[in-house]
């Protein structure tokens, strides 16, 4: 993968397309694209680990910043959660490295196939302050 790289007056600057993260015992690594040409997403919080790729991880560009959220858990019949990053617009430059101070959101879908069980607030968010590196690697 190629950097996307702006001009302005004599500057170059490079886009990151990896993220490393962490925050309230959650470790995040996401790859905008990897050898295989697919987004890969790794979130790890204590034992339990992760790994996402492709079409499991959804973006959309905000003007806040790109939302990148992937399904953590799902159940047929009652709850999922979900895991979201908001990656801020980064510039590198030619260290190709950065620091990121960010937010990390955890939401929790309720769901019920019962009626009746369906009203009210249906999604709760828990919002975790995440730091790390915004970084391009060659690949």
């Known amino acids: 993968m190629m950097p ?5 007056g004599s500057d170059t600057t490079t886009q990151p ?3 490393e993260l962490t925050g309230n015992n959650i470790h995040i690594s996401y790859s905008t694209g990897g050898l295989d040409g697919l987004a890969h997403f790794t ?3 204590g034992k339990k680990t992760l790994n996402f790729k492709g079409d499991q991880i959804r973006t959309i560009g905000t003007e806040i910043g790109t939302l990148v959220t992937v399904t953590t858990t799902m159940t047929v019949d009652s709850n999922s959660a979900a895991f979201s990053i908001l990656l801020p617009r980064v510039n590198l430059d030619q260290t190709l490295e950065a620091p990121v101070k960010t937010q990390g959101i955890v939401t929790q879908h309720k769901f019920s196939v019962i009626p009746g069980f369906n009203s009210g607030q249906l ?3 828990k919002v975790i302050p ?3 590196t915004a970084k391009f690697v060659y690949f």
Do not use: K
């Open 4 to 8: 996307t790289v702006a001009f302005s």
């Open 43 to 45: 979130y790890r919080s």
């Open 123 to 125: 999604d709760n968010y």
């Open 17 to 19: 397309n990896i993220y």
């Open 130 to 132: 995440l730091a790390g």
